[in-house]
């Protein structure tokens, strides 16, 4: 059964950058679309990017438009997430997850909670 690794969360104050990293075991991630959920304390899960298998075609939230940059490697077996211009409002616990797609407003995964990661914290703060 395959399994992600996330890492490279962390403390940062606001304006800084993380990157953040997925390291895929058991599978190889470029025959997937593959992207980035968070959650907040309090908050349901969201999806902040995907990157097509198909096309390459890369997806944002709204939010995170023009701050984020997705990205993979698949030499590497990894993906990464690029994120510049942190807010407080980003703060959550990041996790990859294959088959997400934009279903025209958001981006959403049909990946079973079971293969979720355990995540990685990103906490932005003064």
């Known amino acids: 059964q395959g399994r992600f690794v996330e890492s490279g969360g962390g403390l940062v104050q606001p304006g800084g950058s993380l990157r953040l990293s997925c390291a895929a075991s058991g599978f190889t991630l470029n025959y997937y679309s593959i992207g980035w959920f968070r959650q907040a304390p309090g908050k349901e899960r969201e999806g902040v990017s995907c990157?097509?298998?198909?096309?390459?075609?890369?997806y944002y939230r709204d939010s995170v438009q023009g701050r984020f940059t997705i990205s993979r490697d698949n030499a590497k077996n990894t993906m990464y997430l690029q994120m510049n211009s942190l807010k407080p409002e980003d703060t959550g616990v990041y996790y990859c997850?294959?088959?997400?797609?934009?279903?025209?407003?958001?981006?959403?995964?049909?990946?079973?909670?079971?293969?979720w990661g355990r995540g990685t914290q990103v906490t932005v703060s003064s």
């Open positions: 997850v294959t088959d997400c797609f934009f279903d025209g407003v958001v981006v959403v995964t049909t990946l079973p909670d079971d293969y």
């Open positions: 990157i097509s298998s198909s096309d390459g075609r890369t």
